[in-house]
Every structure is written in C-alpha cells, then in structure tokens.
C-alpha cells in the first residue's frame, strides 16, 4: 500500500528566509504526489503535483517540490518565506482511486 | 455556487443522537469524497463515489457511518448514534474524472462537528 511520512510536525521559520518541509513515500511503483495547503479556515488547495514528467515540479506561490527515487522522498520547498505561507502543508500520494494524506506539517513565518 | 458547498458549517450534537452532514460538489464533477480531519491525525479517508455509486468505503470507521449519493450531486454522511471520539472536522471534496490520477481535488470548508 502506499502511504506517505511528513518527518516534521512544525516548522519555524522567519520570512526571507528558506523553507523546507520534508516528506517520504512508500510505494511499490511509481508513485503520483502531491502537496497541498490548508490555509487557517480555509479549505484546502492543490499546491503542485508530480505525475512522472519532471522530477522538480513547481507549484503555485513559488513552492517546488523534487522526486527524489533514490531516497523515496517528495520535499517541498521555497527560496525565501512570506508571512501568508504560513498554514498546514500535506503531503499527499494516490492509492487506488484516492488520495492519502499525510499528517501535515504546521508552517510558522515569524517577521 | 463555484466551489464545494457543506451544511452544517459547525454542528454540536449530544453524544447518542445521530447527524447528518450535507455536501453539494462542484456542478458536473463525477467524482465525491468524505475525509475527516481530527486534531493532530491529518486527513483520515471515509468514503469515495463515482457517480451514484460508492466503489470504496473500506474507510468508514464503524457501521454507525454511511453515505449516499443522489442523482449523481448532492451528498449525505449520516452518523447513527454518535460518540465523543466522532468530533472532527468532516471535508468534502469532488472533481471530474478519478480524482487520483490527477490528484486535483476540491474541498469544501468542511462541518465542524462536536459530540458532547
């Protein structure tokens, strides 16, 4: 079965700063990722996917993420932070018709 | 509306009564989904539709969950007999096609819902 691991829970940051939220997969095959964002009492929004075109897929707000085969993971990531990316991030894979989310990765951007 | 439309937005219930959540997809998206969001679990998968037709509810919790799906659009989650540890946020979420492949779902804001 596939699934995915989000290694931090929180992440701290300050803006200007770079970002990193970190994730790992297990898949038996080629697995389709995906992150999404939560924004705080919003609903959530695809953020980028890698569907096996590119390796280093970009997403909206100037977020990309790198699949990485030889260390099974899908690390999302940003040059330099801004306050309105803090949110809850998900790292998702697709199973059989539908999507696993991870736990999630708490984003703070302090001024 | 444009987007995924849930009802209620916030519900607080007694523990033993049962509840029904509503959600309205995206006009012409095939595809429906129920997850729920509890504090600290990320988002646990409860149930898929294509159309009318539910493929893969191997996510519902317990027998007290169930689902349907009328005329291919709106979506009920009923919870029988609810218990303390079904408080969670329920989300909504639909798009054309198998959501899977492309990985694009929309969701709604979700129903908040508290079992005292």
């Known amino acids: 079965a596939q699934s995915v691991t989000q290694l931090d829970s929180h992440v701290s940051v300050s803006e200007g700063t770079p970002v990193l939220l970190r994730c790992n997969y297990s898949?038996?095959?080629?697995?389709?990722l995906f992150w999404y964002v939560q924004h705080p009492n919003k609903g959530l929004q695809l953020l980028l996917k890698y569907t096996s075109a590119a390796t280093l897929v970009k997403g909206i707000n100037g977020f990309e993420a790198e699949f990485k085969k030889s260390e099974t993971s899908f690390h999302l990531t940003k040059p330099s932070a801004h306050m309105s990316d803090a949110a809850e991030y998900f790292c998702v894979v697709s199973s059989n018709d539908k999507l696993i989310f991870g736990t999630g990765t708490r984003l703070q951007v302090f001024p | 509306g444009a987007g995924v439309s849930q009802s209620p937005s916030n519900k607080v219930t007694e523990k033993g009564k049962d509840v029904e959540l509503r959600c309205d997809p995206i006009s012409g998206h095939t595809a429906l989904y129920w997850y729920r969001q509890s504090l600290g679990q990320g988002l646990e998968f409860l149930i898929y539709f294509q159309g009318n037709s539910a493929p893969d509810k191997s996510g519902l919790p317990s027998d007290r969950f169930s689902a349907e799906r009328t005329g291919g659009s709106v979506s009920t989650l009923t919870i029988q007999r609810t218990q303390q540890e079904d408080s969670a946020v329920y989300l909504c979420?639909?798009?054309?096609?198998?959501?899977?492949?492309?990985?694009?779902?929309?969701f709604g804001e979700g129903s908040r819902l508290t079992v005292l």
């Open positions: 979420a639909s798009t054309l096609g198998r959501g899977a492949d492309t990985g694009e779902l929309f």
């Open positions: 898949s038996s095959y080629s697995p389709s």
